[in-house]
């Protein structure tokens, strides 16, 4: 929407916030245009901060003093004054979903050594791309990694700088797109994490609880960003708001008494702010049940299958078994799966159980080993495949090296 006049503005919008110190604020297009429209409108208090569409809004200026003072300073992260490199902004993006900073450190600099620039990263096998991944799980991602990097090569090795243009790419969501296009290419855009969620449910003392109110909070933390301070520095402004709520607004005890928005807060202000934001009781989560079978021969290699396509940890290598079912296993129907060859006579030993959890379900695995002198080639032709490199050559996702570290513990390979 476009206006020309206060008037009209106030008009088509019909917001009622109207002060003596009012002002309309106009945006760039994310697409990269000029000013194309009013997006909101704000009255300017006394203490410096705004209303906007009816809400009081902290400052921008006090959260960027803090963060000038305060920042983090993390490897895929510019320095003051440097320019945000894309690839590393995208790279640290795609590892951080569901994972933690200090996870994702050593992962992100065995990456980027191997990996210095997106076109290096495309020109990979993806056997390597997934094997620096395994242990950050959801191999999901790791495929539409390299997927990405190979579209942005293909584009001369320059990633898209709008919002629109990132989503285009493979394992580009809308949070990942707003991030990149904040962070790297200064849009004026507020990505909405987990830790800009808390912030704003808290700031505005939004109770109702998760997931439903995830939207209207993601709305109205799209309206932190709306004062000048935030729109010149929209990639600081980004990662200032992640500083925030990775080290003041923490989710258990946030440190009110240091935080630069304290006094703009309605949660701190109605001492509700550590239970913010609120979450519908939990649904439990179901239990299924898998069986694997660890192989081994007298010269250390490990019988592994390559696991279908689609569905969990498809692609990736894995040990055998049968696909996961909803009751548990008997001792008799697993052995019924057991890898099986003419004079193999391998003697399987039950192991234990892991316990794996996963976003929807858990998972309660029977692990079995057993020790065979010498595989026979015919394995080959069932699909197994033997690996005498060590399961750390090996991109075996997590719950896999815990089935393996299970088996080896039980001393069957001895
Ligand atoms: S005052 Fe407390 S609850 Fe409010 S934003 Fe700051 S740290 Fe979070």
């Given at each position: 929407?476009?206006?020309?006049?206060?008037?009209?503005?106030?008009?088509?919008?019909?917001?009622?916030?109207?002060?003596r110190?009012?002002?309309?604020?106009?945006?760039?297009?994310?697409?990269?245009?000029?000013?194309?429209?009013v997006?909101?409108?704000?009255r300017?208090?006394?203490?410096g901060?705004?209303?906007?569409?009816?809400?009081v809004?902290p400052?921008?200026?006090?959260?960027?003093?803090?963060?000038?003072?305060?920042?983090?300073?993390?490897?895929?992260?510019?320095?003051?004054?440097?320019?945000?490199d894309?690839?590393r902004?995208?790279l640290?993006?795609?590892m951080?979903q569901?994972?933690?900073?200090?996870?994702?450190?050593?992962?992100?600099?065995?990456?980027v050594?191997a990996?210095?620039?997106?076109?290096?990263?495309?020109?990979?096998?993806?056997?390597?791309?997934?094997?620096?991944?395994?242990?950050?799980?959801?191999?999901?991602?790791?495929?539409?990694?390299?997927?990405?990097?190979?579209?942005v090569?293909?584009?001369?090795?320059?990633?898209?700088?709008?919002?629109?243009?990132l989503l285009?790419?493979?394992?580009i969501g809308a949070?990942t797109?707003?991030?990149?296009?904040?962070?790297?290419?200064?849009?004026?855009?507020?990505?909405?994490?987990?830790?800009?969620?808390?912030v704003?449910a808290?700031?505005?003392a939004?109770?109702?609880?998760?997931?439903g109110?995830?939207?209207?909070?993601?709305?109205?933390?799209?309206?932190l960003?709306?004062?000048?301070?935030?729109?010149?520095?929209?990639?600081?402004?980004?990662q200032?708001?992640?500083?925030?709520g990775?080290?003041?607004?923490?989710?258990?005890?946030p440190?009110?008494?240091?935080?630069?928005?304290r006094?703009?807060c309605?949660?701190?202000?109605?001492?509700?702010?550590?239970?913010?934001?609120?979450?519908?009781?939990?649904?439990?989560?179901?239990?299924?049940?898998?069986?694997?079978?660890?192989?081994?021969?007298?010269?250390?290699?490990?019988?592994?299958?390559?696991?279908?396509?689609k569905?969990?940890?498809?692609?990736m290598?894995?040990?055998?078994?049968?696909?996961?079912r909803?009751t548990?296993?008997?001792?008799?129907?697993?052995?019924?799966?057991?890898?099986?060859?003419?004079?193999?006579?391998?003697?399987?030993h039950?192991t234990?159980?892991?316990?794996?959890?996963f976003?929807?379900?858990?998972?309660?695995?029977?692990?079995?080993?057993?020790?065979?002198?010498?595989?026979?080639?015919?394995?080959?032709?069932?699909?197994?495949e033997?690996?005498?490199?060590?399961?750390?050559?090996?991109?075996?996702?997590?719950?896999?090296?815990?089935c393996?570290?299970l088996?080896?513990?039980?001393?069957?390979?001895?």
């Amino acid at each position: 929407m476009t206006c020309t006049a206060a008037g009209d503005c106030l008009r088509k919008t019909g917001l009622l916030i109207w002060g003596r110190r009012a002002a309309m604020l106009r945006v760039r297009n994310d697409r990269g245009g000029g000013s194309v429209g009013v997006v909101a409108f704000f009255r300017l208090l006394s203490g410096g901060g705004f209303v906007i569409n009816g809400s009081v809004l902290p400052s921008a200026a006090d959260l960027l003093r803090w963060y000038d003072r305060h920042r983090r300073t993390l490897p895929w992260r510019a320095l003051p004054g440097q320019s945000a490199d894309p690839y590393r902004v995208w790279l640290s993006e795609i590892m951080l979903q569901q994972t933690t900073v200090t996870a994702v450190i050593p992962y992100f600099e065995r990456f980027v050594d191997a990996f210095p620039d997106v076109n290096a990263l495309a020109r990979a096998p993806q056997d390597q791309v997934m094997t620096m991944w395994a242990g950050l799980g959801y191999y999901a991602r790791a495929r539409n990694l390299h997927a990405c990097a190979r579209a942005v090569a293909a584009r001369g090795g320059m990633f898209p700088d709008t919002v629109a243009g990132l989503l285009e790419l493979p394992g580009i969501g809308a949070y990942t797109a707003a991030a990149i296009a904040a962070i790297a290419f200064g849009r004026p855009v507020v990505p909405v994490d987990g830790n800009v969620e808390r912030v704003t449910a808290r700031l505005f003392a939004l109770t109702d609880p998760l997931p439903g109110a995830r939207k209207a909070i993601a709305r109205q933390a799209m309206t932190l960003n709306a004062d000048a301070p935030a729109q010149g520095r929209p990639s600081d402004f980004a990662q200032a708001l992640f500083d925030l709520g990775a080290g003041i607004c923490t989710p258990r005890a946030p440190a009110c008494a240091l935080c630069p928005w304290r006094d703009a807060c309605a949660g701190n202000r109605q001492g509700i702010a550590a239970t913010l934001p609120r979450r519908a009781a939990k649904v439990a989560r179901p239990v299924r049940y898998g069986v694997h079978f660890c192989m081994m021969d007298a010269a250390g290699g490990m019988l592994l299958v390559r696991r279908p396509e689609k569905g969990l940890l498809g692609g990736m290598m894995g040990l055998p078994g049968p696909v996961w079912r909803d009751t548990p296993w008997t001792e008799g129907e697993a052995m019924q799966h057991a890898p099986d060859a003419p004079r193999l006579r391998a003697k399987w030993h039950g192991t234990g159980q892991v316990k794996h959890v996963f976003t929807h379900f858990t998972l309660l695995v029977d692990v079995y080993a057993a020790q065979i002198s010498a595989f026979p080639n015919s394995i080959a032709g069932q699909g197994g495949e033997v690996n005498y490199a060590g399961e750390e050559a090996v991109a075996l996702p997590s719950l896999m090296r815990k089935c393996v570290a299970l088996a080896r513990a039980s001393h069957v390979f001895d």
